[in-house]
């Protein structure tokens, strides 16, 4: 395929700009004509998803080493480009991006119905172009601080979006929640940055683990930095125990949105598994040591993962609301990739067990955060369309929808096979491998995680059972709305793509990934 | 909208005022060459808008205008990032090419010239321009919300 | 040694920022505390770029080439941080605002009608 | 023997206290709200000190001026006293 060369060059930061036009060309535009911003929305989305692609292209082609993008720079000025701002992106940073590509497109689509009748339009899509940006620049950035400024921009935009339907006092308070624990996070993950540059003079994440590992090891000072860095990512990917305000949020926000949501907060295990791969998991080919021992560390972030897992999937047995069930649902899938990235992080100091199953759990918690954002993005779609049609979501008052919402229904079906890792779905092989690899590792643990997967699905057979079959209601409601229905379209379309060929998707996708975390130490390849 | 207060209030205002807000100006127009810059200066001279709202009441503001002006600083501060395309994004390629903003410096200590810097200037004013607006519109907002005091 | 007692007091704004966000109830006043954990980031920030004697950091206003600076890099960084604390502020005071407008209260123990 | 400066910053940072913990004390939300505005103008005083006047504009411009601004345009939205 021809890609000019300026895309070639400058698409690490024309992924980002784009949808940041975008932004802020959406309200001059909607003073013209309030249906332009959909589709001004749609076309930068769509454009930032293109120059993705031609990203993921140069990616993969110089795999592992990462494709690296100095703003401002000409070339031969002769200053460090270290002490500039640089995008660092490698086969995790694409890979998230990629995530984020899909999703923005599909839930912009999707929101052209869903929002019809609201006012603000213009607003609504400023801001969910600029959580993409949010998202995109957290991924894609080599240096902390403007990881913590996207963080920031994201968290902001995400609560402007949770507070969007104006009629509902509960969003608001969702909102304030939200955007009360992003802040507090927000102050630490500042603290975290001052003492990284208090210390080592640099705020590059690369340049940083380098310093770290040629003062001999993390200091005191590091351990603190990576306490408070737990937290405040821990806190953005919603896992127990920081989990406080991530079901409201997730529920309250508007259909398209509530898939947006997942996509943007599992920018926050890319932070957490970014710091403790590339800063704290950094190896020294010459003495042969790592900055930090992460055996600690890995059992933390497992730990995390297997309550997150648990207490998400029984407090998701119990609920009425269909969005909040769902949202139960996705801290506990977010246990899965913490559990299985998690055993990487804890075996990284032992070659042995990190070759016989420690890069298989990577492999595993890696292709669940794709996998999850896909089929939970399609999820929290299809009970958008079931609100839209209802304008409800106690699962009590809901029956018989199979019988006229035909699409939705089956697309719930595909997104709730997935989710609870039935054989075909794309769920399911990145299962396998988290409980093949953490058998290994704790056999108790991978006993937990299958008993998590019995009570999803026993979950989700409730709902199908409860809101799509029975008996045909007395006002039959009609199926989505055209767009919505392409929106989920898409999703399904990639999740039937990765069902049918995961091999090729561990290899071509994932793969990258976790060579980029593991460089330099496993330069080879996986 | 917001209620005007007394005479004293809006005199004083009305002094003060123009005086705020010439001094956001300048910080934004001297931004690469003092302290200060797009953010400081605009945040000056929002607070000159801050005065103009309790003093006056919030109608001398539209909020249209406002927003306009604060996407217009937005375009503004990204076209000034893609000047430098050809060589990265926010390359200064104006600095030291003649032309407004253009002039020559020297390295080191100098007695620097307003007309210097590039794109940074141009990127003060756009800063400017985004945050008088944005944060005019927060104050607006607000001052709104504040007024309206019934409980559904 | 004087120019620690910064640090200090920036780690006691966050604490008096947090105290009010865990003991307070009315919401208002959790913001005020949000924004005083804020300024304490922003301090410590700033103590943390400066250096004993060095000058701020403006090229042609420093007299001797050769005499210390304090770290331009921290500034910048604050000035973002300010930038963003503005704006989480206002948006949470405008939910507060709403909030109130809809449940009558700003009372976090009154105003929660989500609840697990 | 400490220097006028030193004992300038001293009594700065002493300020900065105080009024953060005003601002805990003040049952009345508007003091509170001016406590606030207080802390953040001795805030930009000692970032002037600390030798960064950039930041010290930015933080009287807006902590001082405009976030006690909003912070009172709030409060008359809500409710003056913290406890009913």
């Given at each position: 395929m021809m890609v000019p060369e300026f895309f070639q060059d400058h698409a690490p930061i024309l992924v980002v700009i784009l949808p940041l036009l975008g932004a802020?060309?959406?309200?001059?535009?909607?003073?013209?004509?309030?249906?332009?911003?959909?589709?001004?929305?749609?076309?930068?989305?769509?454009?930032?998803?293109?120059?993705?692609?031609?990203?993921?292209?140069?990616?993969?082609?110089?795999?592992?080493?990462?494709?690296?993008?100095?703003?401002?720079?000409?070339?031969?000025?002769?200053?460090?480009?270290?002490?500039?701002?640089?995008?660092?992106?490698?086969?995790?940073?694409?890979?998230?991006?990629?995530?984020?590509?899909?999703?923005?497109?599909?839930?912009?689509?999707?929101?052209?119905?869903?929002?019809?009748?609201?006012?603000?339009?213009?607003?609504?899509?400023t801001l969910l172009q600029l959580t993409a940006v949010g998202a995109y620049g957290m991924v894609l950035t080599g240096d902390i601080f403007n990881l913590f400024v996207f963080f920031e921009i994201s968290s902001i935009a995400l609560c402007g979006l949770v507070a969007f339907?104006?009629?509902?006092?509960?969003?608001?308070?969702?909102?304030?929640?939200?955007?009360?624990?992003?802040?507090?996070?927000?102050?630490?993950?500042?603290?975290?940055?001052?003492?990284?540059?208090?210390?080592?003079?640099?705020?590059?994440?690369?340049?940083?683990?380098?310093?770290?590992?040629?003062?001999?090891?993390?200091?005191?000072?590091?351990?603190?930095?990576?306490?408070?860095?737990?937290?405040?990512?821990?806190?953005?990917?919603?896992?127990?125990?920081?989990?406080?305000?991530?079901?409201?949020?997730?529920?309250?926000?508007?259909?398209?949105?509530?898939?947006?949501?997942?996509?943007?907060?599992?920018?926050?295990?890319?932070?957490?598994?970014?710091?403790?791969?590339?800063?704290?998991?950094?190896?020294?080919?010459n003495t042969g040591a790592f900055n930090l021992d992460t055996y600690t560390l890995g059992w933390i972030v497992v730990i995390l993962g297997v309550l997150s897992m648990f207490i998400g999937v029984t407090m998701a047995l119990v609920q009425k609301d269909i969005k909040r069930l769902m949202a139960y649902h996705a801290i506990s899938q977010t246990g899965y990739m913490l559990l299985?990235?998690?055993?990487?992080?804890?075996?990284?100091?032992?070659?042995?067990?990190?070759?016989?199953?420690?890069?298989?759990?990577?492999?595993?918690?890696?292709?669940?955060?794709?996998?999850?954002?896909?089929?939970?993005?399609?999820?929290?779609?299809?009970?958008?369309?079931?609100?839209?049609?209802?304008?409800?979501?106690?699962?009590?008052?809901?029956?018989?929808?199979?019988?006229?919402?035909?699409?939705?229904?089956?697309?719930?079906?595909?997104?709730?096979?997935?989710?609870?890792?039935?054989?075909?779905?794309?769920?399911?092989?990145?299962?396998?491998?988290?409980?093949?690899?953490?058998?290994?590792?704790?056999?108790?643990?991978?006993?937990?995680?299958?008993?998590?997967?019995?009570?999803?699905?026993?979950?989700?057979?409730?709902?199908?059972?409860?809101?799509?079959?029975?008996?045909?209601?007395?006002?039959?409601?009609?199926?989505?709305?055209?767009?919505?229905?392409?929106?989920?379209?898409?999703?399904?379309?990639?999740?039937?793509?990765?069902?049918?060929?995961?091999?090729?998707?561990?290899?071509?996708?994932i793969d990258p990934a976790v060579r980029a975390l593991l460089f330099p130490w496993l330069a080879g390849g996986v | 909208m917001m209620r005007p207060m007394s005479k004293i209030v809006r005199s004083m205002g009305g002094v003060l005022y123009p005086l705020i807000a010439v001094f956001g100006g300048y910080l934004i127009l001297h931004g690469h060459l003092t302290p200060g810059g797009g953010f400081q200066g605009g945040a000056v001279a929002a607070s000159a808008v801050a005065l103009v709202v309790v003093a006056y009441g919030g109608t001398l503001y539209k909020k249209g205008v406002l927003s306009t002006v604060e996407s217009f600083g937005l375009l503004l501060f990204l076209g000034a990032g893609l000047i430098g395309m050809s060589a990265a994004f926010f390359a200064n390629t104006l600095a030291n090419a003649g032309g407004l903003f253009g002039d020559a410096v020297s390295f080191g200590v100098t007695d620097a010239g307003l007309n210097t810097g590039g794109t940074v200037p141009l990127m003060n004013i756009a800063v400017g321009c985004e945050v008088i607006g944005g944060l005019g519109l927060i104050i607006l907002a607000l001052s709104k919300a504040a007024f309206t005091r019934e409980v559904d | 040694m004087l120019w620690q007692l910064p640090f200090v007091v920036?780690?006691?704004?966050?604490?008096?920022?947090?105290?009010?966000?865990?003991?307070?109830?009315?919401?208002?006043?959790?913001?005020?505390?949000?924004?005083?954990?804020?300024?304490?980031?922003?301090?410590?920030?700033?103590?943390?770029?400066?250096?004993?004697?060095?000058?701020?950091?403006?090229?042609?206003?420093?007299?001797?080439?050769?005499?210390?600076?304090?770290?331009?890099?921290?500034?910048?960084?604050?000035?973002?941080?300010?930038v963003i604390g503005v704006a989480t502020t206002a948006l949470l005071l405008a939910f507060t605002v709403m909030l109130y407008k809809r449940y009558g209260t700003v009372d976090t123990r009154r105003a929660r009608r989500l609840r697990e | 023997m400490i220097s006028l400066a030193d004992g300038v910053q001293i009594v700065v940072l002493a300020g900065i206290v105080l009024s953060a913990l005003f601002v805990v004390r003040m049952r009345d939300l508007i003091s509170a709200a001016v406590a606030l505005g207080a802390c953040s103008l001795l805030l930009s005083l000692e970032f002037y000190i600390l030798q960064a006047p950039d930041v010290a504009i930015a933080e009287a411009g807006v902590g001082a001026a405009l976030t006690t601004a909003i912070f009172i345009f709030a409060i008359k939205g809500t409710q003056r006293r913290e406890d009913y």
């Open positions: 802020f060309l959406t309200p001059l535009i909607g003073k013209a004509s309030s249906r332009a911003p959909r589709y001004v929305a749609a076309l930068f989305l769509l454009g930032s998803l293109a120059m993705v692609a031609v990203l993921a292209d140069k990616v993969w082609s110089q795999s592992p080493i990462p494709v690296v993008y100095t703003l401002g720079a000409h070339s031969g000025s002769g200053i460090n480009p270290v002490f500039r701002i640089q995008l660092v992106v490698d086969g995790l940073g694409v890979l998230m991006a990629i995530i984020m590509g899909i999703v923005s497109t599909a839930a912009v689509l999707y929101s052209w119905s869903f929002i019809d009748k609201y006012s603000g339009q213009d607003k609504y899509y339907r104006t009629e509902r006092g509960e969003s608001f308070e969702a909102a304030f929640k939200y955007m009360l624990y992003s802040t507090i996070s927000g102050v630490f993950l500042l603290f975290a940055i001052g003492i990284f540059y208090g210390e080592y003079g640099v705020l590059n994440m690369g340049v940083i683990s380098e310093a770290m590992s040629s003062a001999g090891g993390a200091s005191v000072l590091d351990k603190i930095a990576l306490g408070l860095l737990v937290t405040v990512f821990s806190l953005k990917a919603g896992s127990v125990p920081m989990h406080m305000a991530t079901p409201d949020a997730y529920s309250e926000a508007p259909g398209g949105i509530s898939a947006i949501f997942v996509a943007a907060s599992q920018t926050g295990l890319y932070a957490l598994f970014r710091t403790s791969f590339t800063i704290y998991g950094h190896y020294n080919p299985g990235v998690g055993v990487g992080i804890a075996v990284l100091s032992d070659p042995a067990k990190m070759t016989a199953f420690g890069v298989d759990a990577m492999r595993g918690g890696i292709f669940h955060i794709i996998n999850h954002a896909l089929y939970k993005g399609l999820l929290f779609l299809t009970a958008g369309a079931v609100f839209y049609r209802l304008q409800t979501r106690n699962l009590n008052e809901m029956h018989g929808l199979g019988h006229t919402m035909r699409f939705t229904t089956v697309f719930f079906m595909i997104g709730a096979l997935a989710i609870a890792g039935m054989p075909p779905m794309n769920g399911f092989s990145s299962k396998l491998l988290i409980y093949e690899s953490v058998y290994q590792f704790n056999p108790i643990i991978a006993v937990i995680a299958m008993l998590v997967s019995v009570l999803t699905l026993a979950s989700f057979v409730k709902v199908f059972y409860s809101a799509f079959l029975g008996p045909k209601p007395e006002n039959p409601p009609e199926d989505a709305p055209t767009s919505m229905l392409i929106g989920m379209t898409i999703l399904v379309a990639v999740i039937i793509v990765f069902s049918l060929f995961p091999g090729l998707v561990v290899e071509r996708l | - | 920036s780690v006691a704004l966050v604490a008096i920022g947090l105290y009010i966000c865990i003991v307070k109830t009315n919401m208002v006043k959790i913001v005020m505390g949000v924004a005083l954990m804020e300024s304490g980031a922003n301090l410590f920030l700033v103590a943390l770029g400066y250096r004993e004697n060095g000058t701020a950091p403006i090229f042609y206003q420093n007299p001797n080439p050769g005499a210390e600076m304090v770290m331009p890099t921290t500034q910048a960084l604050t000035l973002t941080s300010i | -």
